[in-house]
């Protein structure tokens, strides 16, 4: 791995586990009225779930191994963070059923945790083929997770008390 990619898999790594804790005291700030709504747990365990796939993806890229290893452990946290997303939006689909929400918030919901999943595994899928074009996904897909993460963090800290 190059340098300038070193740089990028610390800087994300570490950037993951600060908005990890934040996510983590969101919830656990509001886990009363999180619990309250049948969507928001799946939902905040699948934000905290795509923050540590950012760190454990950056953690193995920092280990001195092959390409391909690296697109294999990728692809495996990616498709095992993509189950939990899917999880979230069957979550917000029966949410939305039972308390006749707009079609708009879930299909945002399931297309955001696909968004954020996908990249992953992509990236993961060409890294297995020692196409190193995959790091450019994981790192779509790890600015992706940034930017939604600090959304749905504020959602959990602050929009669920409105």
């Not at 697109?71 to 189950?83: D, I, K, N, R």
């Not at 297995?128 to 450019?136: C, K, M, P, V």
Request: glycine share 10%; net charge positive; hydrophobic share 55%.
């Amino acid at each position: 791995m190059t340098p300038h990619w070193t740089n990028f898999v610390i800087t994300a790594a570490e950037a993951a586990a600060a908005l990890t804790g934040l996510v983590i005291v969101a919830i656990s700030v509001n886990i009363t009225k999180i619990l309250s709504y049948g969507h928001l747990p799946a939902r905040a365990g699948a934000t905290v779930a795509t923050l540590i796939l950012i760190l454990v993806v950056g953690l193995s890229a920092l280990i001195p191994q092959g390409m391909g290893a690296l697109g294999f452990e990728t692809t495996f946290f990616g498709v095992c963070c993509w189950l939990l997303q899917l999880w979230a939006a069957r979550q917000t689909l029966t949410f939305r059923r039972e308390y006749h929400r707009p079609w708009y918030e879930a299909a945002r919901g399931v297309t955001l945790g696909q968004v954020q999943t996908l990249p992953f595994i992509i990236g993961g899928i060409m890294l297995s083929i020692s196409n190193a074009s995959g790091l450019y996904w994981i790192a779509g897909g790890a600015i992706a997770v940034f930017i939604f993460s600090t959304f749905n963090a504020w959602v959990l800290l602050v929009e669920i008390l409105r």
